[in-house]
């Protein structure tokens, strides 16, 4: 059975960090590549970061660059996101999600595997 489990959301202020990990079982973790995906209340899914199979390469929307850190752990199957300076905006559902090794991160319709998702909620 395929399983992604995401754990490490909370409420926090604006400003602050969180550690998202996501945790894979049942599929190929080392060969696939990883995203990192968000939806805010009221809006679509929104894709924010993604990581090569190598654990290497790394891509970010420009909306977290400079902010948030992909980095996967292949021989615990760990996937995180560690996420710093906190906005109101970052407040969202986020999904960790695995699709085939050089496809297109942008395009949600690709991924073959998503997890349940972790409320994150930055509020003063």
């Known amino acids: 059975e395929v399983q992604l489990v995401e754990s490490g959301g909370g409420l926090v202020h604006p400003g602050a960090s969180l550690r998202l990990s996501c945790a894979a079982s049942g599929f190929s973790f080392e060969s696939s590549d990883m995203s990192w995906v968000r939806q805010a209340p009221g809006e679509g899914p929104e894709w924010i970061s993604a990581i090569a199979s190598g654990g290497v390469v790394t891509y970010y929307d420009h909306s977290v660059k400079g902010r948030f850190a992909v980095s996967r752990d292949k021989a615990k199957k760990l996937l995180y996101l560690q996420m710093n300076s906190l906005r109101t905006d970052d407040t969202a559902v986020y999904y960790c999600?695995?699709?085939?090794?050089?496809?297109?991160?942008?395009?949600?319709?690709?991924?073959?595997?998503w997890g349940q998702g972790t409320q994150v909620t930055v509020s003063s």
């Open positions: 999600a695995a699709l085939a090794s050089g496809s297109n991160y942008c395009s949600l319709g690709l991924y073959e595997y």
